[in-house]
């Protein structure tokens, strides 16, 4: 069975300081992890993918496939940032993700 | 283009009621999909369709639970006989590619079911 678990259910930091947003993962072969985030009023969309290795408005993550981990960061934090981030997981051959339950991002001025 | 459209946005249903809940996939996406998020939750998939064809079901409860993807009209999501706890937000994604392949799916606003 495949799992995302996102262990901060909310995460406070001051603007300009760095964020890291925890995702680990529990699949037995090799996923495709992505980052989906919705912001106030707005629909759930798609921030970043493991497998294009961008850097979203200046939010990176790398796939740690030995901690099993996908954390997203961001050096320094905008009032813009705050938002739900939901980390998802696809798994091989699969039409499904399997998202964690979110972490809300409060980023204080 | 106005993204995938969710309808309604928000229903109550009295226990015993149907709920039928409508998703408008992106224009020239052909590929829907419906997640459920409980409260407090993650969105949990439910089924995965293409015109007039179920793709992929596997996370739809086996009893009072539909869906259908028309060849014209919009992707339905019925639930019969609704009981408190199908209250959640119901949401629909489109994609452009089969299977996800492009990783990116579209999301509506979501439609929220209150069962009293």
């Known amino acids: 069975a495949q799992r995302v678990t996102q262990p901060e259910k909310l995460l406070s930091v001051f603007k300009g300081a760095p964020v890291e947003l925890k995702c680990n993962y529990s699949?037995?072969?090799?996923?495709?992890l992505f980052w989906y985030v919705q912001y106030s009023r707005q629909r759930l969309q798609l921030l970043l993918r493991?497998?294009s290795r961008e850097s979203i408005k200046g939010f990176t993550a790398d796939l740690n496939k030995g901690e099993t981990s996908f954390h997203l960061k961001k050096p320094f934090a905008q009032e813009e940032d705050s938002a739900m981030y939901y980390c998802?997981?696809?798994?091989?051959?699969?039409?499904?993700?399997?998202f964690g339950k979110g972490t809300k991002l409060s980023v204080i001025p | 283009n106005a993204g995938v459209m969710q309808n309604p946005r928000h229903l109550v249903r009295r226990r015993g009621q149907e709920a039928r809940l409508r998703c408008s996939p992106m224009?020239?996406?052909?590929?829907v999909y419906w997640y459920r998020q409980l409260p407090e939750e993650g969105l949990k998939f439910m089924v995965y369709?293409?015109?007039?064809?179920?793709?992929?079901e596997s996370g739809m409860p086996k009893e009072r639970f539909s869906a259908e993807f028309p060849k014209e009209g919009p992707s339905i999501l019925r639930i019969q006989q609704v009981v408190r706890g199908d209250s959640a937000a119901y949401f629909c994604?489109?994609?452009?590619?089969?299977?996800?392949?492009?990783?990116?799916?579209?999301f509506g606003e979501g439609s929220r079911l209150t069962v009293l």
């Open positions: 493991h497998i």
């Open positions: 699949y037995s072969g090799s996923p495709e």
């Open positions: 998802a997981l696809q798994g091989a051959g699969s039409y499904q993700l399997t």
């Open positions: 369709l293409q015109k007039e064809n179920i793709i992929d």
């Open positions: 994604a489109s994609s452009l590619l089969q299977g996800l392949d492009t990783g990116e799916l579209f």
């Open positions: 224009k020239g996406h052909s590929h």
